[in-house]
């Protein structure tokens, strides 16, 4: 199953508009390191746990 996660659901400073999708663990990896990257923050569990309940599945994968 494919996930989505969308910067633009998140509060951001930078007004960032990314979508990231994919694999559930790519995009949770993908996630981190932008995160970490663009945003600043700090790899911790915290961070991770906040983006992995962000996840949503990808309404526009084909089932």
């Known amino acids: 199953m494919r996930y989505v996660v969308d910067c633009r659901n ?3 400073e930078n007004n960032c508009t990314l979508t990231i999708a994919g694999e559930r663990e790519e995009v949770l ?3 981190v390191e932008h995160a970490i990257s663009s945003h600043g923050h700090t790899d ?3 961070l991770r ?3 992995e309940s962000s996840l949503e ?3 526009a994968a084909a089932p």
């Open 10 to 12: 998140q509060p951001s």
């Open 29 to 31: 990896k993908a996630a």
């Open 44 to 46: 911790s569990d915290e």
């Open 49 to 51: 746990s906040g983006i």
């Open 57 to 59: 599945p990808d309404a």
